[in-house]
T-cell receptor, first 111, second 117 residues
Framework: DAKTTQPTSMDCAEGRAANLPCNHSTISGNEYVYWYRQIHSQGPQYIIHGLKNNETNEMASLIITEDRKSSTLILPHATLRDTAVYYCIVTSGSGYSTLTFGKGTMLLVSP | GAVVSQHPSRVICKSGTSVKIECRSLDFQATTMFWYRQFPKQSLMLMATSNEGSKATYEQGVEKDKFLINHASLTLSTLTVTSAHPEDSSFYIC?????????????FGEGSRLTVL
Protein backbone atom coordinates (compact mmCIF):
# COMPACT_ATOMS: atom_id res chain seq x y z
CA ASP A 1 0.00 0.00 0.00
CA ALA A 2 1.17 3.51 -0.74
CA LYS A 3 2.56 5.56 2.10
CA THR A 4 0.74 8.69 3.25
CA THR A 5 2.06 11.89 4.79
CA GLN A 6 -0.08 14.09 7.01
CA PRO A 7 0.68 17.09 9.22
CA THR A 8 1.10 16.14 12.84
CA SER A 9 -1.45 18.59 14.11
CA MET A 10 -3.86 21.31 13.03
CA ASP A 11 -6.07 23.84 14.74
CA CYS A 12 -9.48 25.03 13.65
CA ALA A 13 -12.00 27.46 15.08
CA GLU A 14 -15.43 26.12 15.85
CA GLY A 15 -17.84 26.75 12.99
CA ARG A 16 -15.10 27.15 10.41
CA ALA A 17 -14.15 24.64 7.76
CA ALA A 18 -11.36 22.23 8.63
CA ASN A 19 -9.21 21.21 5.69
CA LEU A 20 -6.96 18.24 6.39
CA PRO A 21 -4.35 17.47 3.73
CA CYS A 22 -2.80 14.15 2.88
CA ASN A 23 0.00 13.35 0.48
CA HIS A 24 0.11 9.98 -1.23
CA SER A 25 2.45 10.56 -4.14
CA THR A 26 3.16 6.85 -4.71
CA ILE A 27 -0.49 5.85 -4.98
CA SER A 28 -1.22 3.33 -7.71
CA GLY A 29 -4.20 3.13 -10.01
CA ASN A 30 -6.17 0.59 -8.05
CA GLU A 31 -5.68 2.15 -4.63
CA TYR A 32 -8.43 3.96 -2.75
CA VAL A 33 -8.05 6.81 -0.27
CA TYR A 34 -9.82 6.20 3.03
CA TRP A 35 -10.28 8.57 5.95
CA TYR A 36 -10.97 7.51 9.50
CA ARG A 37 -10.89 9.46 12.73
CA GLN A 38 -10.32 8.46 16.33
CA ILE A 39 -11.67 10.43 19.21
CA HIS A 40 -9.62 10.02 22.36
CA SER A 41 -10.00 6.59 23.99
CA GLN A 42 -12.49 5.38 21.41
CA GLY A 43 -12.29 3.09 18.40
CA PRO A 44 -11.76 4.67 14.98
CA GLN A 45 -14.73 5.82 12.95
CA TYR A 46 -15.03 5.61 9.18
CA ILE A 47 -15.52 8.98 7.51
CA ILE A 48 -15.30 8.68 3.75
CA HIS A 49 -13.36 7.09 0.91
CA GLY A 50 -12.76 7.67 -2.79
CA LEU A 51 -10.86 6.51 -5.82
CA LYS A 52 -10.50 9.51 -8.10
CA ASN A 53 -13.71 11.49 -8.00
CA ASN A 54 -14.54 13.92 -5.25
CA GLU A 55 -16.90 12.47 -2.69
CA THR A 56 -19.30 13.97 -0.18
CA ASN A 57 -21.39 12.48 2.57
CA GLU A 58 -23.12 13.69 5.70
CA MET A 59 -19.83 13.91 7.59
CA ALA A 60 -17.34 15.37 5.17
CA SER A 61 -16.10 15.97 1.65
CA LEU A 62 -13.09 14.36 0.05
CA ILE A 63 -11.22 16.21 -2.64
CA ILE A 64 -8.70 14.16 -4.63
CA THR A 65 -6.32 15.92 -7.00
CA GLU A 66 -6.43 14.99 -10.65
CA ASP A 67 -3.07 13.21 -10.45
CA ARG A 68 -4.31 11.48 -7.26
CA LYS A 69 -1.08 12.26 -5.46
CA SER A 70 -2.82 14.16 -2.69
CA SER A 71 -6.22 14.65 -1.15
CA THR A 72 -8.00 16.91 1.30
CA LEU A 73 -10.64 16.00 3.82
CA ILE A 74 -13.02 18.86 4.46
CA LEU A 75 -15.21 19.19 7.53
CA PRO A 76 -17.42 22.09 6.43
CA HIS A 77 -18.43 23.38 9.86
CA ALA A 78 -16.16 21.99 12.53
CA THR A 79 -17.54 21.48 16.02
CA LEU A 80 -15.78 20.73 19.28
CA ARG A 81 -16.80 17.09 18.88
CA ASP A 82 -14.70 16.91 15.72
CA THR A 83 -11.53 17.12 17.82
CA ALA A 84 -9.80 13.83 17.02
CA VAL A 85 -6.90 12.18 15.23
CA TYR A 86 -7.65 11.91 11.52
CA TYR A 87 -6.07 9.09 9.55
CA CYS A 88 -5.60 9.10 5.79
CA ILE A 89 -5.08 5.55 4.51
CA VAL A 90 -4.38 4.32 1.01
CA THR A 91 -5.17 0.72 0.25
CA SER A 92 -5.65 -1.52 -2.73
CA GLY A 93 -7.60 -4.09 -0.80
CA SER A 94 -11.30 -4.05 -0.21
CA GLY A 95 -10.58 -1.45 2.41
CA TYR A 96 -10.87 -4.06 5.09
CA SER A 97 -7.86 -6.22 5.45
CA THR A 98 -5.04 -3.90 4.59
CA LEU A 99 -5.72 -0.85 6.71
CA THR A 100 -2.36 0.39 7.94
CA PHE A 101 -2.74 3.31 10.30
CA GLY A 102 -0.06 5.98 10.27
CA LYS A 103 0.27 8.69 12.87
CA GLY A 104 -2.53 10.84 11.47
CA THR A 105 -3.32 14.48 12.11
CA MET A 106 -4.47 15.64 15.51
CA LEU A 107 -7.20 18.19 14.81
CA LEU A 108 -8.03 20.49 17.69
CA VAL A 109 -11.23 22.46 17.31
CA SER A 110 -11.39 25.43 19.66
CA PRO A 111 -14.31 27.65 20.70
CA GLY B 1 -24.34 2.13 10.32
CA ALA B 2 -23.28 -1.28 11.56
CA VAL B 3 -22.41 -1.62 15.23
CA VAL B 4 -19.48 -3.47 16.72
CA SER B 5 -19.39 -3.84 20.48
CA GLN B 6 -16.52 -4.85 22.74
CA HIS B 7 -16.58 -6.11 26.30
CA PRO B 8 -15.17 -5.29 28.74
CA SER B 9 -14.31 -1.67 28.06
CA ARG B 10 -11.77 -1.67 30.88
CA VAL B 11 -10.06 -4.50 32.68
CA ILE B 12 -7.35 -4.64 35.31
CA CYS B 13 -5.64 -7.91 36.02
CA LYS B 14 -2.66 -9.28 37.88
CA SER B 15 0.47 -10.34 36.09
CA GLY B 16 0.33 -13.98 35.03
CA THR B 17 -3.42 -14.18 34.66
CA SER B 18 -5.41 -14.44 31.43
CA VAL B 19 -7.94 -11.95 30.16
CA LYS B 20 -10.64 -12.47 27.55
CA ILE B 21 -12.00 -9.65 25.41
CA GLU B 22 -15.15 -10.13 23.35
CA CYS B 23 -16.00 -8.46 20.07
CA ARG B 24 -19.53 -8.71 18.73
CA SER B 25 -21.15 -7.51 15.54
CA LEU B 26 -24.58 -6.49 16.74
CA ASP B 27 -26.67 -6.14 13.62
CA PHE B 28 -24.70 -7.92 10.95
CA GLN B 29 -22.66 -11.03 10.40
CA ALA B 30 -18.90 -10.88 10.18
CA THR B 31 -16.94 -13.80 8.80
CA THR B 32 -13.81 -11.75 9.33
CA MET B 33 -12.83 -9.53 12.22
CA PHE B 34 -9.62 -7.69 12.92
CA TRP B 35 -7.81 -7.12 16.19
CA TYR B 36 -5.65 -4.05 16.72
CA ARG B 37 -3.51 -2.88 19.60
CA GLN B 38 -2.72 0.71 20.43
CA PHE B 39 -0.11 1.86 22.93
CA PRO B 40 -0.32 5.36 24.43
CA LYS B 41 0.30 8.14 21.92
CA GLN B 42 0.87 5.63 19.14
CA SER B 43 -1.19 4.53 16.19
CA LEU B 44 -3.16 1.33 15.82
CA MET B 45 -1.21 -1.78 14.96
CA LEU B 46 -2.93 -4.75 13.36
CA MET B 47 -2.38 -7.86 15.46
CA ALA B 48 -4.37 -10.52 13.70
CA THR B 49 -7.23 -11.37 11.41
CA SER B 50 -9.95 -13.52 12.91
CA ASN B 51 -11.74 -15.88 10.55
CA GLU B 52 -15.00 -17.59 11.42
CA GLY B 53 -14.56 -21.33 11.48
CA SER B 54 -10.83 -21.32 10.86
CA LYS B 55 -7.55 -20.30 12.43
CA ALA B 56 -6.66 -16.69 12.87
CA THR B 57 -3.91 -15.10 10.83
CA TYR B 58 -1.34 -13.27 12.91
CA GLU B 59 0.85 -10.36 11.91
CA GLN B 60 4.58 -10.71 12.10
CA GLY B 61 5.87 -10.41 15.63
CA VAL B 62 2.56 -11.24 17.31
CA GLU B 63 2.71 -14.43 19.36
CA LYS B 64 -0.22 -16.65 18.49
CA ASP B 65 0.15 -18.69 21.66
CA LYS B 66 -0.04 -15.59 23.78
CA PHE B 67 -2.89 -13.87 22.00
CA LEU B 68 -5.49 -16.56 21.44
CA ILE B 69 -8.22 -15.70 18.99
CA ASN B 70 -11.44 -17.61 18.60
CA HIS B 71 -14.13 -16.79 16.06
CA ALA B 72 -16.77 -19.35 16.90
CA SER B 73 -19.76 -17.65 15.32
CA LEU B 74 -20.57 -15.09 12.68
CA THR B 75 -21.12 -12.41 15.31
CA LEU B 76 -18.47 -13.09 17.94
CA SER B 77 -14.70 -13.08 18.06
CA THR B 78 -12.71 -13.30 21.28
CA LEU B 79 -9.15 -12.33 22.09
CA THR B 80 -7.55 -13.94 25.12
CA VAL B 81 -4.34 -12.48 26.44
CA THR B 82 -2.68 -15.37 28.21
CA SER B 83 -0.21 -15.01 31.05
CA ALA B 84 -0.50 -11.26 30.85
CA HIS B 85 2.45 -9.06 31.76
CA PRO B 86 2.62 -5.31 32.34
CA GLU B 87 3.97 -4.78 28.83
CA ASP B 88 0.70 -6.19 27.48
CA SER B 89 -1.12 -3.20 28.95
CA SER B 90 -2.67 -1.50 25.97
CA PHE B 91 -5.85 -0.46 24.20
CA TYR B 92 -7.22 -3.41 22.22
CA ILE B 93 -9.66 -2.65 19.43
CA CYS B 94 -11.59 -4.97 17.17
CA UNK B 95 -13.21 -4.22 13.85
CA UNK B 96 -15.37 -5.86 11.25
CA UNK B 97 -16.23 -5.06 7.64
CA UNK B 98 -19.59 -3.37 7.20
CA UNK B 99 -22.59 -5.44 6.24
CA UNK B 100 -24.37 -4.57 3.05
CA UNK B 101 -23.40 -0.93 3.04
CA UNK B 102 -21.18 -1.38 0.05
CA UNK B 103 -18.96 1.40 1.24
CA UNK B 104 -16.07 -0.83 2.12
CA UNK B 105 -15.59 0.68 5.52
CA UNK B 106 -14.51 -1.05 8.70
CA UNK B 107 -16.62 -0.68 11.81
CA PHE B 108 -14.66 -0.52 15.03
CA GLY B 109 -15.56 -1.44 18.56
CA GLU B 110 -15.24 0.97 21.42
CA GLY B 111 -11.96 -0.57 22.49
CA SER B 112 -10.89 -2.43 25.62
CA ARG B 113 -8.26 -0.92 27.86
CA LEU B 114 -6.17 -3.57 29.56
CA THR B 115 -4.00 -2.75 32.55
CA VAL B 116 -1.76 -5.49 33.87
CA LEU B 117 -0.42 -4.89 37.37
Amino acid sequence: DAKTTQPTSMDCAEGRAANLPCNHSTISGNEYVYWYRQIHSQGPQYIIHGLKNNETNEMASLIITEDRKSSTLILPHATLRDTAVYYCIVTSGSGYSTLTFGKGTMLLVSP
Amino acid sequence: GAVVSQHPSRVICKSGTSVKIECRSLDFQATTMFWYRQFPKQSLMLMATSNEGSKATYEQGVEKDKFLINHASLTLSTLTVTSAHPEDSSFYICSAPGGDSGHGELFFGEGSRLTVL
